[in-house]
């Protein structure tokens, strides 16, 4: 049995990457199955696994940057108690391209952590890591640590990628986006509430998405997200490729 598993920031991420592993990469979800997959006992209500031949793949949420690194170490010590067979074999840390220099802050706090806890590391490429460490039992086993960073070609939060998404593929969707772009830019001038840019971004998903389903309210956000066919849009499956491995 093979275990991967997707450490992710918030919920828009931990809703988002649940129905592309479903409806793009084939996994299932077996509530039944749950509690035995994951090795997260303390974060259940955050952490959801699903099932696909003999592999279990296991997302997790952390509820804030700081937590992705703490969780990424839960996992390195649970990796050292087992042996090869119940190791988490890929990890993935899937997060938001917040500002310049994010993604090389990212790699140098992976690299320091797998060090830090006596991993011998290889780069495979930028946003992959072979982690090669000695086991409680004193046997070496190997895992892969890999980096997934959107939007990668421009800065924003994962909601400012979904947004361009959806412009991309319906003209009038666009059109509302763009003067929902325009409301928010401007509505809080004295940033009293809209601090930061990733505020900016979040608060764009949340009016789009009240005008496209008023009737919902904003704690159904996982119905809201899981109604959009995300896996027609061509960026996000090309972004998010590397989860074909997993």
């Given at each position: 049995?093979?275990?991967?598993?997707?450490?992710?920031?918030?919920?828009?991420?931990?809703?988002?990457?649940?129905?592309?592993?479903?409806?793009?990469?084939?996994?299932?979800?077996?509530?039944?199955?749950?509690?035995?997959?994951?090795?997260?006992?303390?974060?259940?209500?955050?952490?959801?696994?699903?099932?696909?031949?003999?592999?279990?793949?296991?997302?997790?949420?952390?509820?804030?940057?700081?937590?992705?690194?703490?969780?990424?170490?839960?996992?390195?010590?649970?990796?050292?108690?087992?042996?090869?067979?119940?190791?988490?074999?890929k990890i993935v840390i899937f997060t938001d391209n917040d500002e310049a220099g994010?993604?090389?802050?990212?790699?140098?706090?992976?690299?320091?952590?797998?060090?830090?806890?006596?991993?011998?590391?290889?780069?495979?490429?930028?946003?992959?890591?072979?982690?090669?460490?000695?086991?409680?039992?004193?046997?070496?086993?190997?895992?892969?640590?890999?980096?997934?960073?959107?939007?990668?070609?421009?800065?924003?939060?994962?909601?400012?990628?979904?947004?361009?998404?959806?412009?991309?593929?319906?003209?009038?969707?666009?059109?509302?986006?763009?003067?929902?772009?325009?409301?928010?830019?401007?509505?809080?001038?004295?940033?009293?509430?809209?601090?930061?840019?990733?505020?900016?971004?979040?608060?764009?998903?949340?009016?789009?998405?009240?005008?496209?389903?008023?009737?919902?309210?904003?704690?159904?956000?996982?119905?809201?997200?899981?109604?959009?066919?995300?896996?027609?849009?061509?960026?996000?499956?090309?972004?998010?490729?590397?989860?074909?491995?997993?």
């Open positions: 049995m093979t275990r991967s598993c997707i450490i992710c920031e918030g919920q828009t991420d931990f809703v988002l990457l649940q129905y592309l592993m479903e409806k793009v990469y084939g996994w299932e979800d077996r509530p039944a199955e749950f509690k035995s997959a994951s090795c997260f006992k303390a974060t259940e209500n955050k952490t959801r696994s699903f099932f696909k031949g003999d592999g279990i793949l296991t997302i997790t949420e952390t509820g804030g940057v700081p937590g992705i690194i703490n969780r990424l170490v839960d996992l390195i010590k649970y990796n050292v108690s087992v042996t090869n067979e119940g190791l988490y074999s994010t993604k090389e802050e990212w790699r140098h706090k992976i690299k320091e952590k797998l060090e830090e806890k006596g991993g011998l590391l290889k780069e495979v490429n930028n946003d992959e890591f072979e982690c090669k460490m000695t086991n409680s039992s004193d046997s070496e086993i190997e895992f892969f640590v890999y980096l997934v960073v959107i939007p990668s070609g421009e800065y924003g939060a994962i909601e400012s990628f979904l947004l361009t998404s959806l412009k991309q593929k319906d003209e009038y969707d666009g059109k509302i986006i763009d003067k929902v772009d325009t409301f928010v830019d401007h509505i809080d001038e004295e940033k009293r509430y809209l601090s930061h840019r990733c505020l900016y971004e979040k608060a764009k998903f949340d009016v789009y998405f009240s005008i496209r389903t008023p009737r919902e309210a904003f704690g159904q956000r996982r119905d809201i997200l899981r109604d959009v066919p995300w896996e027609k849009y061509v960026d996000m499956r090309n972004e998010l490729a590397v989860f074909g491995e997993l």
